[in-house]
């Protein structure tokens, strides 16, 4: 059975006399030598009054605090009993803030006084000081050594006090900045964090996300720890914050999704309504109910303990008592909103908004900056039947008759913060918000012309916690875009769907010409979606290995989080959260571990669902303008990228010539500038990996689909004496768990390999293995094509027919000694496909026009031999091969204009269709020596190099060849491109750490669309 722990009068009335007891013990050793000193946190408070507990700004305070939320009228005195160590005189410090201080230069609203058992000191506090500060209250006198402590509020507007201390020794002045004043509290509290326990799953945040995720994980089994730090469930959907659930559930892909959301729905919708609309008790009856679930109401966690990349334990702090417990777990969720957790942990994360260069988003901003939408502090009026009255408020911002806002209730318009920081800067964005609400109706009722018609409504309600919608989103495996979900682009791991407008907000212009700097009221632009499932790897960190998140700090760009944050969708996220965690369990994996090898049995939970009462209708305020025609996303386009298989270690002949560790690699890591200004070395953000390894083809195979690449062609060798760097290919991408994802094909490499890695100048050119083979030779290469690779579901078809190309038309045709041979032997190949059950084969051609390996010679005549030998096509390899690069740095832009005038000619005259291809840089100096000189024309691999191949100019090179072949009505449209992975020529995809994924991304952002 699970330790169940609940949040109730008596148990915090317990531990506060425990914590009391505590400090008093801790502070006062027998020698008595120490002067005598008495340390309260308010919050433990035994009665509270009308005084309420605030945690939100705890990470930055080190603690709650209590607050006099009166909304203008002074709330009902907090009590406690305390014992002193002796009677005598002690010097007094309240810690508290004049929280109107950001805005008005004098004394504030938040006044409030300390009772000695009844009696006030006489300093008054809360008024005073521009920060958090240990107001002094002067020499008081204690007579009895049991005394009650009262907090006298004296306005209703908000003072608020975190501690208060006594001291007999009249030098002392208790500490200000953050870790001196926690070792302090500390040292006086003498709190340590207790064993909170053990669990299968803990989630930390109980708004709708974490409930969800605590459920569906719990009725899968798991003992799941709960950790919410307020007293009520439901974060912005409780009675403390007011907004009601948007979006939809029970959508395609998986309509059994949104099953808990429908449980815990409140009947009515809106926002900032009376509190019974929100339905707490629901929510608690819900969670209740689950056996499985530990509650950690009250507690907010604050530190994390690592185990190398994954969280050990987390530790939660009681937000009235203090106390401390630690919680252990192989997996954790971080449902905070905020990613709490994950920032604690080191998780990558993003806050503010996305430039469009980034993920190339229409609706992004051009230049990147760190607004996000604000937070807001709803609030309503009531009308009664007799007049009130309301103080006049006047603390910085000035109302009058053109400003004033005339209405009698604020909900998610009231919006602040937007060009603040929504963490450190929360307890301002916050306390304007109350500001703001106060001085309005403050001039509504006191000074305003038509005052009359505001003379009986009494302000009834004002949030004193503030609704957040944006701040920090921790990074997953992918970041979803406004791309992906306006494209409906398709990801294999489709999890719970989004369906809300994307809707951005923005500071209401209205407003910002009223009060330009101090806005408070917001607009909202929407663009409408179709339903989008969000990709499950959107739902883990891509750094912490078993922290999973749901709700709106899950990976998404600024502008996609216009869409999945709200909650029936968060909650879906929740449900998801949950099914994967139980799976996690029973496989015993990681997060990500799901998504690679288990995602059949993520899929099947997510069909079921794990909801009580099945896809019942649910109430449908609110559902959001969703869209009822799915985009359709006609990829018209495929886009094949070369593979060059030399890094990976193990290849029979390298290890025979170069060792048994040796890669490529090798080559990549030596290089070094050459002339002054020269980029190298270059470093794969991936690391050194090795290719023959399934995980990591499978992160290439991954990276390339997501980004709209649809097709590796492997430069593929065989010699006479069998193949050479196949096991890329077949022990790594074809054993990848995800290798469906995306089409292979084979371009044969069949030139000679001579000795270049690394080559010196002026030395023999060695060749090591001839690319001409005999005709026995090609019938083994025949069968082993076909039957290895040809029949895989995943081989990439042209026209129903397997793409088969051919690099070295000379040695091709020396392979068989005539035309007429060669025709011959590749008719032989298409039989024998046919025989495989296949529709033949299509043949392709790379055609150069300049040589650049040595052993290269230029084809003469390539429309006749296109057609002698009836190729079906042809392409080129690399744009160098048409275009010279004589000097030592040269242009991107002015080779690809010349590849174009190739392209132009290839259309007109090669009588086939032509694949066109980008190349993205070019650069072999890493296969030269690099020890000793370097000529940009001593020939290959001593060779010019392109420069400004930056991944805009890449990019425009795609959007030309598209809109080229957009516009040609006769051209398949396939092109290539050089190079996934050609790090020694300079040419990849790849990320480097100097771009990231910004070339991969460019060819998304130009084939990735309809
Ligand atoms: C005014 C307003 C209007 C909105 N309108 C809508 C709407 O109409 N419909 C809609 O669905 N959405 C709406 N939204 C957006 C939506 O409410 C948020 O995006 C939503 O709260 C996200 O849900 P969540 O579960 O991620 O976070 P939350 O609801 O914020 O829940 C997270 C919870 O975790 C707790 N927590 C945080 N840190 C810790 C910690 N360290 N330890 C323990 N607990 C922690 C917090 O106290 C909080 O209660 C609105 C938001 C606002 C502010």
Redesign the pocket.
């Known amino acids: 059975m699970l330790k169940r722990i609940k949040s109730n009068c008596e148990l915090a009335a317990n531990l506060k006399n425990v914590c009391l007891q505590l400090i008093i013990i801790v502070l006062f050793p027998a020698c008595n030598l120490q002067p005598a000193e008495l340390f309260i946190e308010t919050e433990n408070f035994s009665d509270k009054g009308g005084w309420v507990v605030d ?2 700004f ?2 930055q305070a080190g603690s709650s605090y209590m607050l006099a939320h009166g909304m203008g009228q002074p709330v009902k005195d907090a009590v406690t009993e305390v014992k002193f160590p002796s009677k005598g005189t002690y010097r007094i410090f309240v810690r508290t803030f004049n929280w109107t201080s950001p805005w008005y230069n004098g004394k504030g609203p938040g006044k409030f006084n300390v009772l000695i058992d009844g009696k006030p000191v006489e300093t008054v506090f809360g008024d005073d000081g521009n920060s958090w500060i240990w107001q002094d209250g002067g020499k008081v006198q204690i007579e009895n050594t049991k005394v009650k402590i009262s907090l006298h509020d004296l306005t209703g507007f908000n003072g608020r006090c975190d501690a208060i201390y006594f001291t007999q020794d009249s030098a002392f002045v208790p500490p200000d900045g953050a870790d001196a004043l926690t070792a302090f509290r500390y040292r006086q509290t003498g709190i340590k964090p207790k064993n909170g326990g053990k669990f299968d799953l803990v989630v ?8 969800c995720s605590a459920v569906s994980a719990a009725r899968l089994g798991l003992k799941v720890a709960l ?4 007293p009520v ?6 009675s ?8 939809r559930i029970a959508l395609d892909p998986y309509p059994e999704l949104g099953g808990i959301v429908k449980e815990l729905s409140p009947e009515k ?1 809106g ?2 309504q009376p509190a019974n609309f929100y339905e707490d008790e629901k929510k608690t009856a819900l969670i209740d109910s689950e056996p499985n679930i530990a509650q950690f109401m009250n ?4 530190a994390v303990k690592k185990q190398g990349n994954a969280i050990k334990s987390i530790t ?1 702090k009681h937000i009235e008592t203090g106390e401390e417990l630690e919680f252990s777990s192989p997996l954790f969720a971080d ?4 990613g ?2 994950g920032v604690l942990a080191g998780a990558q994360f993003m806050m503010g908004r996305e430039s469009k260069d980034e993920f190339g988003e229409p609706t992004a901003q051009e230049v990147s900056d760190k607004m996000t ?4 502090v ?1 609030w309503y009026s009531k009308i009664n039947d007799y007049p009130s009255t309301f103080p006049v408020f006047r603390y910085g911002i000035n109302f009058n008759e053109e400003n004033v806002q005339k209405v009698t209730m604020g ?2 318009t ?2 602040t913060g937007m060009n603040l920081d929504q963490i450190t800067d929360f307890e301002r964005i916050r306390d304007y918000g109350l500001l703001v609400v106060y001085s309005n109706w403050s001039f509504l009722k006191n000074e305003f012309s038509e005052k009359e018609k505001y003379a009986n409504r009494k302000l009834e309600w004002v949030a004193y ?6 701040s920090r989103r921790l990074v997953g495996d992918i970041i979803l875009t406004e791309n992906d979900i306006v494209d409906y682009v398709d990801y294999p791991d489709a999890s719970a769907s989004t369906s ?1 407008s994307i809707d951005l907000h923005y500071p209401d212009p209205a407003n910002t010409k009223q009060f330009p700097g101090g806005e408070f009221k917001s607009i909202a632009v929407h663009q409408n979606i179709y339903p989008y499932p969000i990709p499950y790897r959107c739902l883990y960190s891509r750094n912490v290995d078993n922290l999973f998140m ?4 899950i990976s998404v760009t600024h502008v996609a ?1 216009g869409t999945v ?7 879906m996220m ?1 449900e998801v959260v949950g099914m994967a965690a139980s799976v996690c369990k029973q496989k015993n994996v990681k997060p990500r571990g799901v998504y690679e090898n288990h995602l059949d049995e993520l899929k099947n939970l997510m069909k079921k669902g794990v909801g009580k009462e099945g896809s019942t209708p649910y109430p449908d305020y ?1 559902l ?1 303008g969703t869209l009822k025609e799915k985009p359709v996303r006609e990829k018209t386009f495929t886009v094949a990228c070369y593979y060059f298989p030399n890094y990976h270690t193990g290849d029979t002949r390298n290890v025979k010539a170069k060792g048994a560790n040796w890669s490529e690699w090798e080559l990549v890591k030596a290089a070094r500038p050459r002339f002054e200004g020269h980029q190298q070395p270059k470093v794969p953000l991936w690391g050194y990996s090795d290719e023959r390894d399934p995980q990591v083809m499978a992160q290439k195979i991954d990276a390339a689909a997501d980004n709209a690449v649809d097709a590796f062609i492997f430069d593929w060798y065989y010699y006479d004496d069998g193949p050479f760097l196949n096991k890329c290919l077949e022990e790594g991408f074809l054993k990848a768990y995800n290798t469906e994802r995306i089409k292979f094909s084979l371009m044969w490499a069949n030139h000679d390999w001579i000795e270049i890695h690394p080559y010196t100048h002026g030395t023999e050119q060695k060749t090591l293995y001839q690319g001409k083979v005999t005709p026995e030779t090609y019938n083994k290469i025949c069968d082993y094509v076909i039957n290895k690779y040809f029949i895989k579901p995943n081989y990439w078809m042209v026209d129903g027919k397997p793409y088969f190309s051919v690099y070295d038309i000379q040695k091709f045709v020396e392979n068989f000694g005539s035309l007429e041979a060669t025709k011959a032997a590749m008719d032989k190949m298409r039989e024998k496909a046919i025989a495989a059950g296949l529709k033949g084969v299509h043949w392709n051609l790379v055609v150069w026009g300049n040589p650049v390996l040595p052993v290269e010679k230029v084809p003469e005549n390539v429309h006749e031999l296109l057609k002698i030998l009836s190729f079906d096509s042809a392409t080129s390899y690399v744009w160098i091969h048409h275009a010279y690069i004589q000097e030592t740095t040269n242009d991107y832009n002015s080779i690809r204009d010349k590849y174009m005038l190739h392209w132009n000619k290839a259309k007109k005259e090669y009588g086939v269709p032509y694949f066109p291809n980008v190349t993205m840089g070019w650069d072999s100096s890493p296969r030269t020596n690099q020890t000793k000189d370097w000529k940009p024309d001593y020939g290959y691999p001593y060779t010019g190099i392109i420069t400004n191949n930056t991944p805009e100019n890449f990019k425009i090179a795609l959007q030309m060849v598209k809109d080229s072949l957009q516009s040609d009505l006769n051209n398949p449209r396939i092109i290539n491109i050089n190079c996934w992975n050609e790090w020694t020529e300079g040419s990849y995809l790849e990320p480097d750490t100097a771009n990231g994924m910004k070339y991969l991304n460019a060819v998304r952002e130009v084939f990735g669309r309809r």
């Open positions: 945690q939100q705890i990470d930390i945040g109980g708004g709708v996300a974490g409930i950790i919410h730090d307020r469930w439901g974060g912005n959907n409780s403390e914050v007011r907004v009601h659930l948007g979006g919708g926002n900032a507690y907010r966690a604050f939660a449902c905070t909103g905020d709490v957790i939408m604000g937070s807001s709803q909900e998610w009231w919006e916690l503030s609704g957040k919608r944006e809300w749901a709700g709106r700090n989080l944050r709200v909650m029936r969708t968060t909650g929740g609110n959001g």
